[in-house]
């Protein structure tokens, strides 16, 4: 009985310092970034061009790449995740699939710039591009897309879809109109989510989209390189002839976690009101 | 016997394996037009499985074959020319557990006719209301028709589930086990509702409540083990029963 209850204090306490822990980090790192940050962070550095000493460039490239790269992931990862969650049948080709999604969720993402280097740097020959940038991206994305999306239509209780049939739709209808909609916090979620690691990578886009950025600010041409904040922050860092290079760092690695966190309420709050309104209360 | 009773679907010798499990063994019966035809039997004794062939939501379990006739009017519903998607709009379904969507009580209603291409603001609103009305609800729900189904009682879920299925104007409303997720008022309005139901619907209802298959339906076939063991005026089943097995259930002796 003693030893019961002494037990039971104990992974308490584990478990209570556990969470404590995560959170303590948490909040340090966030007080440390946004600390040093806050001091350079300026309407001139996070909008002004690169000839001013600002990283608007970056940031811009940052949102352009991370838009152009949902473009392709969204539609093929989304669709993937659909067709094995809703039409797929235990077989020997769904293995694969889902194989094949597992492993390139393995594959470093150093790895994919470098493939993206070789493909659309030199075999396409279009050089350091934010469209190749994008691309290689998209594949880092892809994987988590399609288990995310699998999963959030997984928790759909299948009584809706039966529902549904019953009444004579079809099973797009069915998808479409009950289990999207029932599910699509699960879908935003896993869209954030891929949407934060896009905006953090630098590895990929070191090798494809390059450590320069337009002279012209804001540029849409896709064909050009595009530095964005994650990359800027590698190469001032690495680079030992860059001015003010502390603070550029600082400044860049507090918006980056401020883009983030932007980028999140921005999606999540509205996905969130609009489950609500679903689920009801009462 | 009245005269103008007509056959609504005519079951022969229907068998059907759940992978090699043999769940329904040569079962031939006839549901009459505007009857309700109730469906009784101990757990597993495939009542349910057959409730499910006539509109044929078996096919969503995977290895489930079937063989014999199934004929809704005089038409094989397993003939290649028929479209499972318009049989099911003839041949609707409540389920055990209410399943409402997770959105509001006007869209839950309003969706089978919006899957069926009406889209006409005021069609759709006499749909509903008279979808809800025939299922007893409109009282309940007028005041809250555009927030979420999810916060209905159980038994309004249940009977949002009917006028659902109303709306689609079927010809044939299957139940399975309507009511045995619902305390005892819901389940006398579902009942209540089911007598009014009849005199524009075929019903066939699942229950494993005898009580309720004597007070609500016209005919019973008692289901074991796969078998239909008999079938007939649900009077004459509940009094006279010709098979040892019929009285063995009904007198409680097991199940």
């Known amino acids: 009985m003693n030893s019961n209850r002494l037990s039971n204090t104990v992974a308490t306490v584990i478990l ?65 995740g659909i067709y094995l969650a809703e039409y797929a049948k235990p077989s020997r080709l769904t293995n694969l699939v889902r194989l094949s999604t597992e492993c390139l969720a393995t594959v470093p993402s150093i790895v994919l710039g470098l493939f993206g280097l070789i493909i659309f740097v030199n075999v396409l020959g279009l050089g350091f591009t934010i469209l190749g940038g994008a691309a290689a991206l998209a594949l880092l994305n892809l994987p988590v897309l399609v288990r995310v999306t699998e999963e959030a239509l997984r928790t759909v209780p299948h009584a809706h879809r039966e529902g549904s049939l019953a009444l004579g739709s079809t099973q797009w209808q069915t998808i479409r109109r009950v289990v999207l909609p029932s599910s699509i916090l699960g879908l935003i979620t896993g869209i954030t989510l891929v949407s934060g690691r896009a905006i953090g990578e630098a590895a990929i886009l070191v090798f494809t989209a390059g450590t320069s950025v337009s002279r012209h600010y804001p540029d849409f041409n896709p064909l050009v390189a595009g530095e964005t904040l994650a990359v800027h922050l590698w190469y001032v860092r690495g680079e030992p002839l860059v001015a003010n290079a502390d603070a550029v760092a600082a400044g860049s690695a507090a918006l980056l976690v401020l883009v983030v966190l932007f980028f999140n309420l921005a999606i999540g709050l509205p996905a969130r009101i609009y489950q609500r309104r679903l689920r009801g209360s009462n | ?233 649900t009077e004459t089943l509940f009094t006279r029963p010709k098979d040892q097995r019929t009285e063995d259930y009904i007198t409680g002796r097991f199940g």
């Not at chain 2, 103008?4 to 005519?10: G, I, R, S, T």
């Not at chain 2, 009282?139 to 659902?164: P, Y």
């Not at chain 2, 066939?204 to 008999?230: C, K, P």
């Open chain 1, 16 to 80: 209570w310092a556990s969470g404590f822990f995560i959170v303590g980090l948490l909040v340090f790192f966030l007080a440390y970034i946004l600390g040093q940050g806050f001091k350079v962070l300026s309407l001139d550095f996070v909008f002004g061009p690169a000839s001013q000493g600002g990283v608007g460039p970056q940031l811009f490239n940052t949102f352009y790449i991370l838009v152009l790269s949902l473009l392709y992931s969204v539609p093929i990862g989304v669709g993937a």
């Open chain 2, 1 to 233: 016997m009245e005269v103008n009773v007509e056959n609504k679907f005519v079951v022969q010798n229907l068998n059907l394996f759940y992978k090699d499990v043999q769940a329904l063994r040569s079962i031939s019966m006839e549901i009459m037009k505007q009857q309700i035809t109730a469906l009784i039997g101990p757990s597993g004794c495939g009542k349910t499985t057959f409730l499910r062939v006539l509109n044929r939501m078996n096919d969503l379990i995977e290895g489930v074959r079937i063989d014999g006739t199934v004929l809704l009017d005089d038409q094989d519903i397993f003939g290649p020319d028929v479209d499972v998607v318009n049989l099911r709009k003839r041949v609707g379904m409540v389920f055990q557990r209410p399943n409402p969507f997770p959105m509001s009580v006007y869209d839950n209603v309003a969706y089978g006719p919006r899957i069926h291409g009406q889209k006409n603001k005021s069609q759709l609103d006499q749909i509903v209301e008279k979808s809800l009305r025939s299922a007893a609800l409109w009282d309940e729900v007028s005041n809250r028709l555009f927030k979420s189904a999810l916060g209905l009682s159980g038994g309004q879920q249940q009977r949002l589930c009917i006028a659902r299925l109303l709306a689609v104007e079927p010809e044939v409303v299957l139940m399975d086990e309507p009511t045995s997720a619902l305390d005892p008022l819901s389940t006398l309005k579902i009942e209540e509702l089911l007598r009014d139901l009849k005199n524009h619907y075929t019903i066939v209802i699942v229950t494993h409540n005898m009580q309720q298959a004597a007070r609500v339906s016209d005919s019973t076939a008692f289901f074991l083990n796969g078998d239909m063991v008999e079938f007939g005026p």
